[in-house]
């Protein structure tokens, strides 16, 4: 891989996620977002990957700068959301996944706006709350 390029380390990162070698992904990953520290994805991909080895603080970190860098980035609220649902914090991960459901669908991405709203329905009976106590 060339050295000054963080899409393909992105790339790789990516693929060995799906191959769920997630150890070897976050290295992979940590170079291209070493590369290009600007990259939502690289950030994103981060957040995944340490949300899959239950490193959930991490995955805070690395959804937070996704959302410093765009605050409108849906994949990143997602990884928060769930985060932050295993963290048992009802507030934030509601918010989040909200505000992923929402993105999702102004961007027009049926699938994971629907992806979204079952994940947020789970959360509610989860943390056994009420219409009541969520806030829009």
């Not at 070897?24 to 590369?35: E, F, P, S, T, W």
């Amino acid at each position: 891989l060339d050295p000054t390029l963080g899409l393909p380390y992105l790339t790789l990162g990516e693929i060995l996620l799906r191959q769920d070698k997630n150890e070897k992904a976050i290295l992979v990953l940590k170079r291209g977002a070493r590369h290009d520290p600007r990259s939502v994805k690289a950030w994103n991909l981060l957040s995944s990957a340490y949300l899959k080895l239950n490193q959930m603080d991490k995955a805070v970190i690395a959804g937070k700068a996704a959302l410093a860098l765009n605050p409108n980035s849906p994949e990143a609220h997602f990884n928060l959301s769930r985060a932050y649902y295993k963290q048992k914090e009802s507030g934030p991960a509601i918010r989040h996944i909200q505000l992923a459901e929402d993105l999702y669908a102004a961007r027009g991405d049926k699938n994971w706006t629907a992806q979204a709203r079952q994940t947020k329905e789970v959360m509610i009976r989860k943390f056994k709350l009420r219409p009541e106590d969520i806030i829009q």
